[in-house]
């Protein structure tokens, strides 16, 4: 049987794989789960909580009610506090006493999609063990409280946006007056937070695609789409231009030339100031195994320590927690500042850029200079056994040759999709030419030998 919980909770088409009935027997099994083995609030003398946000997305409404049901059915408090990227649940159920946070979004993926996801008590996500075991609890008869013990639930929008932005606000502690910022909301959760967080910290910000309707979150905008923010930033004459995803978990970022800071080079321009300041734990930064072979070198030259890991946020904050580390992410745009947050925080990331432009008075282009990405193409194969990658003796053949071809000056990576059926085919080469033709060669293979 195919595992419910992909590498970031459940997800899904809504009203298809996610059902209203799956989201309350999601919430009664994480209730059971999870709360199960927190007995503070039993200590004293009260019923557990949990905090439930979602995106902007229109099937959110009915999955965060009924996912509020099934927790309030199991005996839990619920604060459902509306749309609110997945950083600040994570913040709200690291910071309140809070057992469990939901976050109701699919992130990137396009508009008919939606997905669940839990944070345990100290705003974590969960280990892949816990999970299973949510899962394994959908097919138990689950306690039913009667009477007084089962849940409330209440709304509590406006103080939960306030507490966040004032978070944000407060990590960075730099007035950003004098910068110029576009930002590029993506129709999605952060449409209201995100400007004005960095409008409380001083930044002139102009919003864009900050109307969501329901229908409209990641629509040819955000993170996964930057061109828009690209021309705006060039047209308005700002410092600087922000793109965030869905769930507003990720942000990439344009300079006033309108060219792309991916992030790689978000990473790098962070890494190198915290170092400065004393606060790189152990001179290291977490990347996966996508990372850009310019961020590596670039940080050998700064005197900065690369840990690689798996692909999946996840999988950085792991190995940054095991290892004391405080930076890390992906060339996605997930950056995870473990001194100010639990997870991805794009409008977290956003105000750090801007606060580090606003420090040594640099501008972005310059900050983001110190990476000189190699040429990278990723081209992603849709409809294809993914896990077969790693073991079908054509594709493995192809993969040989290509690394044989670019020798020391490039590399080629192949990583199954955790959330679709899709291999991604990751080349670098010393040329975009060499990188674009072996790319294109191998995603071939991988099409033909893997087909469904």
Known sequence: MTRLFGTDGVRGLANELLTP?????????AASVLVGTDDSPHRLGRRPRAVVGRDTRASGEFLDHAISAGLAASGMD??????????????????????????????????????????????????????????????????????????RVIKGETVADQTYINHLVDS??????????VVDASNGAASSVGPAALRNAGAEVIAINASPDGLNINADCGSTHPEQLQAYVRSVGADMGVAYDGDADRCLAVDAEG??????????????????????????????????????????????????????????????LQGGYTLGG??????????????GDGVLTSLRVAARMKRTGKSLAELASIVQR??????????????????????????????????ETGRVLLRPSGTEPLVRVMVEAASQEESDRVAAGLAAVVKDSLAL
């Open 21 to 29: 009935d799956l989201a309350v027997n999601l919430g009664r099994a």
């Open 78 to 151: 619920v604060t459902r506090v509306g749309v609110l990227p997945t950083p600040a649940i994570a913040h709200l159920t690291a910071s309140q006493d809070v057992s469990l946070g939901v976050v109701i979004s699919a992130s990137h993926n396009p508009f008919p999609d939606n997905g669940i996801k839990f944070f345990a008590r100290g705003g974590y996500k969960l280990e892949d063990a816990v999970e299973d075991r949510i899962e394994a609890a959908l097919a138990e008869d689950l306690p039913r409280p009667t009477g007084a013990a089962v849940g």
């Open 172 to 181: 960075v502690a730099t007035d950003l007056s004098g910068l110029r910022i």
């Open 259 to 320: 060219n792309l800071v991916d992030g790689d080079q978000i990473m790098g321009l962070l890494a190198v100031g915290m170092k400065a300041d004393g606060t790189l734990g152990s001179d290291t930064l977490v990347v996966t195994v996508m990372s850009n072979l310019g961020l590596i070198l670039a940080m050998r030259e700064h005197g900065i320590r690369i840990v690689q890991t798996g692909v999946g946020d996840r999988y950085v904050l792991e190995k940054m």
């Open 330 to 343: 992906e060339q996605s745009g997930h950056v995870i500042d473990t001194l100010h947050a639990t997870t």
């Open 374 to 407: 190699l040429p990278q193409t990723l081209i992603n194969v849709p409809g294809v056994d993914k896990a077969a990658a790693g073991t079908n003796k054509a594709v493995q053949d192809a993969v040989a040759d290509a690394e044989k071809q670019l020798g």
